[in-house]
């Protein structure tokens, strides 16, 4: 078995014990990634020789018998919205294109405090907005399994350099669906942690009431594992929450004993594919013959959900992208060229005898805040803030960010009422497998019903993991989602281990290279 099939707690136990090196096992992935990266797009940037050198570190601590944390050595992908010092962050943006943060998020320094060693940087749907990694104005990362399709997104890039073995591990993060849906799509586990248990600090916002930051991996246990790496409070994010951090790489491989799982009935009704609902519906019946009991169950108001996550997140969206003028942040366009329109503009205007049209013309400062932010902004981010800022404005503000505030507040009741009957819900995590890329660039509606599984658990702010449950006919992956309350990380990753340890789905790897 090569270097890059191996587990990331294979890896870290190799390297503890001397049969391998941080440095050789970097090495080995830096290798994948220059034969195989050309044709998936997984990363935006990767820093060889930082790679490399992070790796030595953490081989000549082991070596003088320090402690490395609990990743010890095991290289890591990043997705381009958490800030490295030093390194590029650009959100997949042209808006951030020449950013290099003089910070490290707190998800960054703990993973190197933990013996991380970070890649690079993976790819992404500018600023997280959208659901499959068509929307970055750098590349288009495409599927591992089917190199005609998406990855999903916004975390495509997180998704598919595990499932490319050109990562054991990644971090994506997850504002609708946006770790689960490509980890569903490219056939690996991906976990969305509550709201607040891991820290935000030094995360370029997208939606500030519902961005969480998870793990990419192959298996349930390398999840935990990072999980555990990154969890934890953070004073520097007013929204992390004061709470323990149990050991979860410890306690994942024990199966919880008679657990009571509830299907919605609203997430098998039109519009999912009967293979997906096949896959899932064999899912269920191996928790059964684990003992677990299965009862359908209602979640009333999750038909909104979609609705309400398009008002709340493009409204924040608006007001965290409004930093991005030009003047403060951001691109900014070419004012010279700026200068000279506007001149050109003005010698027209006046030869036509256009006076007021003179006068009404921009001012060069307002001119260079508009043209930034239109060079700057790809299609979907300009057309999610308009959303954002349509919902916010005076006289709709009640009509829709109101009302969506409204609906989220029954959303979270209706999980609430579920969990006094059952520990966790079951079903798929989107309504289809893997689209071929160009099939919703033209119908945003469509792509934003990708979500239809996974935003009601952002709206609550509970905790949710997808894990591979098969393939269709053709060899797409199919996801089977797990939904548990609010910091019930231990007892979810549990639950989804004992699927894991009936069924090998998360063992296939696709053919590359």
């Not at 792509?447 to 060899?475: K, R």
Request: with cysteine; aromatic share 8%.
């Amino acid at each position: 078995m090569s270097i890059t099939q191996l587990s990331a707690l294979e890896l870290r136990d190799h390297i503890a014990d001397g049969k391998l090196t941080s440095e050789a096992a970097t090495q080995a992935y830096l290798d994948r990634i220059e034969a195989c990266d050309r044709e998936i797009k997984s990363y935006i940037e990767v820093d060889a020789d930082d790679a490399l050198q992070q790796a030595r570190e953490v081989d000549q601590r082991l070596a003088a018998g320090d402690s490395v944390g609990c990743l010890g050595g095991v290289p890591i992908a990043i997705k381009d919205l958490l800030c490295t010092r030093g390194q590029v962050t650009t959100c997949a943006s042209r808006m951030l294109q020449e950013y290099r943060p003089p910070y490290n998020a707190t998800v960054v320094e703990k993973v190197k405090a933990a013996g991380g060693v970070l890649l690079g940087k993976t790819n992404m749907d500018e600023f997280a907005m959208g659901g499959s990694t068509e929307n970055s104005s750098i590349q288009l990362t495409r599927n591992p399994w089917d190199l005609s399709r998406v990855p999903g997104g916004s975390s495509g890039g997180a998704a598919a350099c595990v499932a490319g073995g050109m990562a054991p591990l990644s971090i994506g993060t997850d504002t609708g669906g946006s770790i689960r849906q490509p980890a569903a799509f490219c056939g690996v586990v991906g976990l969305k942690p509550t709201y607040g248990r891991v820290s935000r600090y030094g995360l370029v916002a997208f939606a500030s009431s519902l961005d969480q930051i998870g793990p990419l991996a192959w298996s349930v246990p390398d999840a935990a594992l990072l999980l555990e790496a990154i969890a934890g409070h953070d004073p520097q994010d007013s929204t992390s929450a004061p709470k323990p951090v149990p050991q979860y790489s410890e306690t994942v491989d024990q199966p919880l004993k008679g657990i009571r799982l509830g299907y919605p009935r609203e997430h098998f009704e039109a519009g999912l594919n009967p293979e997906v609902a096949e896959k899932v519906q064999a899912a269920m019946d191996v928790y059964r013959s684990l003992g677990a009991s299965i009862t359908e169950i209602s979640l009333p108001h999750s038909k909104y959900a979609i609705a309400a996550y398009y008002i709340i997140a493009p409204s924040e969206a608006s007001s965290n992208l409004a930093r991005y003028d030009g003047a403060h942040y951001g691109y900014r366009t070419d004012e010279q060229q700026l200068l000279r329109e506007l001149k050109e503009e003005r010698k027209t205007l006046e030869a036509a005898g256009k006076y007021d049209a003179v006068d009404d013309l921009d001012s060069p400062l307002i001119r260079m805040y508009r043209k930034s932010r239109a060079e700057g902004f790809g299609s979907e981010v300009k057309r999610r803030i308009m959303i954002g800022t349509y919902a916010l404005s005076s006289g709709y503000y009640d009509a829709y960010y109101l009302k969506a505030l409204k609906v989220r507040r029954l959303i979270r009741s209706d999980f609430d009422r579920v969990f006094e009957n059952v520990d966790f819900v079951i079903g798929p995590v989107t309504p289809d497998v893997a689209f071929p890329i160009g099939a919703m660039t033209d119908d945003p509606l469509s792509l934003y019903l990708q979500d239809l599984y996974t935003a009601g658990a952002n709206l609550a702010g509970i905790t949710s993991i997808s894990v591979p449950c098969g393939a269709t006919a053709s060899g797409l992956p199919v996801g089977l989602q797990l939904q548990a309350p609010a910091f019930e990380e231990e007892r979810l990753l549990r639950a989804a281990n004992m699927f894991q340890a009936e069924t090998d789905w998360h063992t296939r790897r696709p053919t590359l290279g």
